[in-house]
């Protein structure tokens, strides 16, 4: 039952967190974004998803028809799965080794993408895929290493240690290259700007997810910002949190969606290339580097 009341809140945040996009991306580019549907457009969530629930699809011809339809309900199912390791007062399945079980559900979102790009059967939706495989196993590495060295610096493997060890002061100002190179891999793992290759609208029309509308669409959005606020969630828990039962914690969770969000608004899109260079050639032997440093810090 709690599980539940928390999935039903996180798809609440969703929807408030697609209208804050849309008005910081309207305050940016100098629009007001949704005004319509409710008191400055707060229905608005409400009302898209609505549409996209009840909208006709159509069934493209060369599609491989199991798979197509089964990728983006995979895709949501394993975002929700993230969420069942929130800390909770009464730790629901935030057991021993939480961050070992989020960094396997984790590596699993890739397959939802590379189905929805190869079942599609389009030239578009397979490139994308492919970029997006290509890029989210990459930062995979270097991020379970950044994720090993918080490990060895609280001695477990358990979100709870974080908050303990947070009492006196937050992670953020020991660890500050820890939480930099986190949140950038982060994005690149998300598919978000300025790393969404996956959605190179000017190169790839919509990217992997270009066969799909209404009912499938809505599934694949509701992935990509369910992780987006647990990324937030991470983030804020792992450095700049000592408590999770107050609205300081939710304020900081909203506000590194915000920085995402803004990143989207204000960066232009990165090359393909330095990307893949950033990781294997700085993030990975940053990280390594990294490890033995925290390893003399435990052993200290």
């Given at each position: 039952m709690c599980c539940?009341?928390?999935?039903?809140?996180?798809?609440?945040?969703?929807?408030?967190?697609?209208?804050?996009?849309?008005?910081?991306?309207?305050?940016i580019q100098n629009r007001k974004g949704p005004m319509k549907v409710g008191v400055y457009g707060v229905f608005q969530p409400f009302s898209?998803?609505?549409?996209?629930y009840t909208k006709e699809f159509f069934i493209p011809l060369k599609i491989n028809f199991y798979p197509y339809w089964l990728s983006p309900i995979f895709s949501m199912l394993i975002s929700m799965l993230v969420w069942?390791?929130?800390?909770?007062y009464y730790l629901l399945v935030s057991w021993k080794y939480s961050i070992l079980f989020v960094f396997s559900i984790m590596s699993l979102s890739i397959f939802g993408v590379l189905i929805s790009g190869w079942a599609s059967n389009s030239c578009y939706s397979i490139l994308g895929s492919?970029?997006?495989?290509a890029q989210s196993i990459s930062y995979e590495v270097s991020f379970f290493f950044l994720l090993v060295c918080l490990m060895l610096f609280t001695s477990s493997s358990n979100f709870n240690s974080f908050l303990e060890v947070q009492i006196n002061m937050w992670?953020?100002?020991?660890?500050?290259?820890?939480?930099?190179?986190?949140?950038?891999?982060?994005?690149?793992e998300l598919n978000r700007s300025p790393f969404d290759f996956a959605e190179g609208e000017s190169e790839l029309v919509s990217g992997f997810n270009i066969e799909y509308g209404s009912t499938g669409f809505a599934f694949i959005f509701l992935?990509?910002?369910?992780?987006i606020l647990f990324s937030g969630m991470l983030m804020s828990l792992m450095f700049f949190s000592n408590t999770v039962f107050n609205i300081n914690f939710f304020l900081k969770l909203l506000s590194v969606s915000f920085l995402i969000i803004l990143i989207r608004g204000v960066l232009p899109r990165y090359r393909y290339d330095k990307l893949m260079n950033l990781c294997w050639k700085i993030y990975l032997s940053s990280s390594l580097m990294l490890i033995m440093f925290y390893c003399g810090v435990s052993i200290l």
């Open positions: 539940m009341i928390m999935l039903i809140f996180s798809f609440v945040g969703v929807a408030f967190l697609t209208l804050l996009e849309r008005k910081v991306l309207g305050f898209d998803a609505i549409k996209l069942l390791v929130f800390p909770y492919i970029r997006a495989i992670l953020i100002f020991s660890s500050f290259p820890l939480f930099l190179m986190l949140f950038i891999s982060f994005l690149a992935a990509e910002y369910l992780s």
